[in-house]
């Protein structure tokens, strides 16, 4: 079965202090892996797309990093407006345009 | 920039109204989606559309229906809202031969 697990559930971390979150995904036939941004009460706003192993994608404070079992989404020197809940999300093979989401990591970013 | 409106926000309502959540979009993309979210859980996929009156059924079996007469709106309708379609609708559209979903604020549905 087609699963998409991100680690940890919640991660606080004081201003400055960089760390990643994981996605991990036991899935056949991967065209893309997808991350997002969501906060409370609002839709999420797109960040990242990645497609093959060892691509990498930066914007900002964040980078996402692909390998052929997970991906990581690292930030470096979070400032408080980081603070949000992290999801990512996985498109399967060819013919189905159905993005599989995980739970999502939160993130608190302490001034 | 991503242009994709849901109405209304915020929505409580008695149970077995009948009620329309509405999401249009102004970018031209061909497909668009449905996603039902409860607090702390993930997105689960209720209905989606390729284009004009193409719509299809999600991973989530939901006593919803969808119609997709314009490209750019894609309204989703409860004939009789019940305490458990409590929950916040998402909807989404992305382009042709691309795969990000542009999302919309949400509506927040409430059926008392």
């Known amino acids: 079965e087609d699963q998409v697990t991100q680690s940890p559930e919640a991660l606080r971390l004081q201003e400055g202090e960089s760390s990643s979150l994981n996605c991990s995904y036991t899935v056949s036939g991967l065209r893309g892996l997808f991350w997002y941004r969501q906060d409370p009460g609002k839709g999420p706003e797109f960040l990242f797309t990645l497609y093959s192993a060892g691509e990498e994608k930066e914007k900002e404070r964040l980078k996402a990093t692909l390998t052929k079992k997970e991906s990581f989404l690292h930030i470096t020197a979070p400032k408080p407006e980081d603070s949000a809940t992290y999801l990512c999300a996985v498109l399967l093979g060819f013919g189905n345009e159905k993005l599989t989401f995980g739970t999502g990591t939160r993130l608190t970013i302490i001034p | 920039e991503a242009d994709i409106y849901q109405t209304p926000r915020y929505l409580v309502i008695g149970t077995g109204k009948k009620i329309t959540l509405e999401c249009s979009q102004t970018m031209g993309h061909d497909k668009m989606y449905w996603y039902q979210q409860d607090p702390g859980m993930e997105l689960h996929l209720i209905h989606y559309s390729y284009g004009v009156n193409s719509t299809e059924k999600g991973d989530l079996s939901s006593e919803s229906t969808v119609s997709r007469i314009r490209t750019e709106h894609f309204p989703l309708t409860l004939e009789s809202a019940r305490p458990s379609h409590t929950s916040q609708y998402l909807c989404?559209?992305?382009?042709?031969?691309?795969?990000?979903?542009?999302f919309g604020p949400g509506t927040r549905l409430t059926v008392l």
């Open positions: 989404a559209s992305s382009k042709p031969h691309y795969n990000e979903q542009f």
